[in-house]
């Protein structure tokens, strides 16, 4: 069965550090980009981060640069998210997802992490 599981959530204070983690099972992340996305309660989804399998290209949303950074570790089919001095802004379920490269709309979703950030 194919999945796209993430973890590594959790409750941190605010300036604190997580790091997340996505690991496909079921395919490979070989000619994919894997993106994270995250929502709030409330508000809409919103695309975080997304970095290529196939040259390492890595984009990032405003709100996080300087503090995000996605990283993968392709053949143990993993990408990562090293979350830096976050804001109770950034409390969100985080879930990453990939899509061919090349190709529109993704393939598979994960279940998300749940982050938790205090003041």
């Known amino acids: 069965e194919v999945q796209l599981q993430a973890s590594g959530g959790g409750l941190v204070q605010a300036g604190g550090s997580l790091r997340l983690s996505c690991v496909a099972s079921?395919?490979?992340?070989?000619?994919?980009?894997i993106a994270w996305f995250r929502r709030a309660p409330g508000k809409e989804r919103e695309g975080i981060s997304i970095?290529?399998?196939?040259?390492?290209?890595?984009y990032y949303r405003d709100s996080v640069k300087g503090r995000f950074t996605i990283s993968g570790d392709f053949a143990k089919d993993t990408v990562y998210l090293q979350m830096n001095s976050l804001k109770p802004g950034d409390t969100a379920l985080y879930y990453c997802a990939a899509r061919p490269v090349g190709r529109l709309g993704y393939d598979y979703w994960g279940q998300g992490t749940q982050v938790t950030v205090s003041s």
């Open positions: 970095i290529s399998s196939v040259d390492g290209t890595t």
């Open positions: 079921g395919f490979t992340f070989d000619e994919y980009a």
